[in-house]
Structure formats: C-alpha cells, structure tokens
C-alpha cells in the first residue's frame, strides 16, 4: 500500500480541513485512481460527503494498493492535519505520504519553507569556519515529529545575504481502514427537493445566523425560548423558486427575520434528471414556480426546514472555501448543501462538499 502527492493548493487544503473540523474530529479519507473523498459522519448534527477532482489538490500523485482502483481508506484526526497543513502556509513545495513508524501508520507531510537573513560582519572566535561553496550542514532531528535540514550560499562577506531552505517534517497518527469497515456507510438519500437556489455570500449568511442564534440564547435565560440546551435555538430557514431566501427566528418573546431577493435558481439537467424533460415537467420546484412572488411577500411556494442554530452555523464555515453554494430544500425534512470548487488552475472541473 503506497501513497504519495506533492501539494498544490495548501490554502485550499488548510481551509478544507479547517471546516471539516468544525463539524467533527475524524473525517473518513478515501483516496483512489479518480478522487478524494473525505466524508464527516458526527454522533448527532450535519454530515459532510465531499468529492475532490485530483488536482484540486495535488499536482503529481501516486497510489497503489491490492484493493480495486486502488482504493485506500483512511481515518484521519481533523485538527492534527489542519496544524500540520497551518505550517505550511508560506511553502514554496508540500507534499504528503503514507508511511509507517514504530508500528503507527502516519500521514507525513514534508515542507519545504525559505528564509532570508541578513547578515553582517561580526569577530569571530577561532572556532567559527566560515562559509564555503558546497559545505554541507548535518541534519537534526526533534522529539521524532519534525527534523530541519538547511542549505546556505554566501554571496558577498560584508553585508552578505544568506538564502535558506528548511524542510519540515510534520507527522500525523492515522488508522488505516479494512473495506469491510466501510462498505456499509453511504450518503443519505432525500427525495427531489421542492426548492432549489444559489446562497447569498456564506460568511454574511453566517453573520447573520450567529447574531439569531445569540438572541435566540439570550432569551433563554427568562426561561422563555422553547428550546434545550441540549439542542440549541431553532431558526427556519425557508427559499422559494423565484429567488427569494428567508431567515426568520420565533421564540415566546421575539420573531425576527432577514430577507435575500434577486437569487437565482438555478435549472434542471435533463440529462441528470431521471425521465428527462418530462422529469422536469413534474419535478416538484417546477410546480413550486407556480406559487410565491419575486419579492417573497406571498406566503404561498416557501419550501421551510428548521435549523439547530449552533449546527447551522458550523456549516456556514464552508463559505471560508468560496464558491458557489446550490442549497436544496426539502420541505419540513432536510436541506442539502452543494459546495462547488473549482478545479485547480481550471482544470479536472469542479469538486464538490455535499
């Protein structure tokens, strides 16, 4: 079992990691010859099943294990790997691999960060050797989770500029998964959504949200919200087929709303619609277009789920990675998120966070 990839996107990377762990401390990571996988299951709230296209985060990348396309599951520890990702922000190369040490199977993720000084004359003692062309530097190693090797090249002695290498060694403890283990886990199905629209700005949206959902706890100290604080404040959040968005708050003592127009929703595939155009024709948004208004006044064609404040929230952490964001409405029982990515550079297409 063999794997290796040299790192092309770490923003992306570190910003995927870092909404993941949000909603969970271990991601399920499936690698393969066409994808990456990383899927978020939590004992209780939202679930992330995300598809990344290759290269939307690896440039070169190689794979092999005796499982069809040669498939590696891994369980992977959400905040080690976006501590280990963090150092690398300022890399000028990343790369990652499965390994083994003493017996623990790691994700080891080698960076390479430069480092400019300055330098000026100084006296020296007998023992101090100066710099020559090709001097070579050992090589040190700290506790067993990082080790340092530094290149230097004089230019001029006085006012001399040295230009440094260091490569950083991050590991991260992992469990490697059996096929069994995980055969059995598949992404949630729903029934064709009554609503679908593109989200306003998620980190607004966010904004929003956590300012209700701190009214909303607020309240809760006169004894008068409605909710425990097992569960968290409830909003409705509701969107109709004529590019309207509602986030609305009701308790005993307030209720509270904000309003998006002018979204778009956007239209079917036939080709990715089962019966095709006739699938459309009696797909349940198409019928919803019938009711509401533009200005969302009309009370008729708001699809409407009710949302745990705090879960909610964590969710909208996505909106760190950009992108568009497709949300599916599934009147009184789900709403779905659809994270699209570009792919790196505008190329493999788009990878998407369900």
Not at 226 to 235: A, E, K, T
Request: aromatic residues 6%; contains cysteine; glycine residues 8%.
């Amino acid at each position: 079992m063999r794997f290796r990839a040299s790192i092309q996107n770490i923003t992306t990377f570190t910003k995927l990691t870092a909404s993941l762990s949000t909603l969970g401390h271990i991601a399920w990571l499936r690698l393969d010859n066409t994808d990456i996988r990383f899927t978020v299951i939590p004992e209780q709230g939202s679930q992330v099943w995300s598809v990344l296209s290759i290269d939307t985060l690896f440039e070169s990348y190689n794979i092999q294990s005796a499982a069809p396309n040669n498939t590696i599951n891994l369980e992977v520890p959400l905040a080690a790997l976006q501590r280990a990702l963090k150092s690398a922000q300022n890399a000028v190369a990343a790369s990652i691999r499965l390994t083994k040490k003493d017996g623990i199977p790691l994700l080891s993720l080698t960076i390479t960060t430069p480092t400019i000084n300055g330098s000026h004359p100084t006296a020296f003692s007998d023992e101090t050797a100066f710099d020559q062309p090709g001097t070579s530097y050992p090589q040190t190693n700290g506790n067993g989770t990082s080790s340092q090797s530094m290149r230097e090249s004089s230019q001029d002695f006085f006012g001399a500029r040295q230009d440094r290498e260091t490569v950083i060694t991050q590991d991260v403890p992992i469990r490697v998964l059996a096929a069994q283990s995980v055969e059995g886990l598949h992404e949630p199905r729903c029934r064709e959504p009554d609503v679908h629209i593109n989200l306003p700005n998620l980190l607004q949206l966010k904004s929003i949200s956590d300012r209700f959902t701190r009214l909303a706890m607020s309240t809760s100290k006169t004894g008068k919200s409605g909710f425990s604080n097992s569960s968290g404040p409830r909003l409705e959040l509701s969107a109709n087929m004529h590019g309207c968005l509602r986030l609305a708050l009701n308790t005993d003592s307030l209720s509270i709303s904000s309003l998006w127009t002018g979204l778009e929703n956007p239209e079917l595939d036939p080709d990715a619609t089962a019966a095709g155009a006739e699938g459309i024709a009696n797909h349940p948004s198409t019928r919803m277009k019938e009711l509401g208004d533009s200005q969302g006044q009309s009370e008729e064609g708001w699809a409407t789920v009710r949302l745990d404040g705090r879960d909610w929230g964590k969710v909208l952490s996505v909106g760190r990675l950009g992108g568009r964001v497709i949300a599916c409405f599934c009147e009184g029982f789900a709403v779905v998120l659809y994270v699209f990515l570009a792919g790196a550079e505008g190329g493999g297409g788009e990878s998407v966070l369900t």
